[in-house]
């Protein structure tokens, strides 16, 4: 099993930074693919930013503004964001997933962190 915790949420106004950290921990062999998803109240989950073998993806609103990185030597994903607006409020998901240490695949979600863009 895979755990995964987040941390670095919070409140910041509109043009403000914040870093999230999602590290992953557990019986891993190998993590093929970790990223961010969002869900704002009312809306559907949707996919922020992901970093796997092919690169990186970013939703078209966080283009420019987010960059996703990962320190494999720790299991862990960041996701650095600038020039924060109000819409980005929303609660903030790592989703992580790849193979086991029994060579099962392995998907695992964190509880979510909160991002809240005042104006």
């Known amino acids: 099993q895979v755990q995964l915790v987040e941390s670095g949420g919070g409140l910041v106004q509109a043009g403000g930074s914040l870093r999230l950290s999602c590290a992953a921990s557990g019986s891993i062999l190998r993590l093929n693919a970790m990223g961010w998803y969002r869900q704002a109240p009312g809306k559907q989950r949707e996919l922020v930013a992901v970093?796997?073998?092919?690169?990186?993806n970013y939703a078209d609103s966080v283009k420019g503004r987010f960059t996703i990185s990962r320190d494999n030597a720790k299991n862990t994903v960041y996701l650095q964001m600038n020039s924060l607006k109000p819409e980005d409020t929303a609660v903030y998901y790592c989703?992580?997933?790849?193979?086991?240490?029994?060579?099962?695949?392995?998907?695992?979600w964190g509880r979510g962190t909160q991002v809240t863009v005042s104006s």
């Open positions: 989703n992580a997933q790849g193979l086991a240490t029994r060579g099962n695949l392995v998907q695992a």
């Open positions: 970093s796997d073998s092919g690169g990186t």
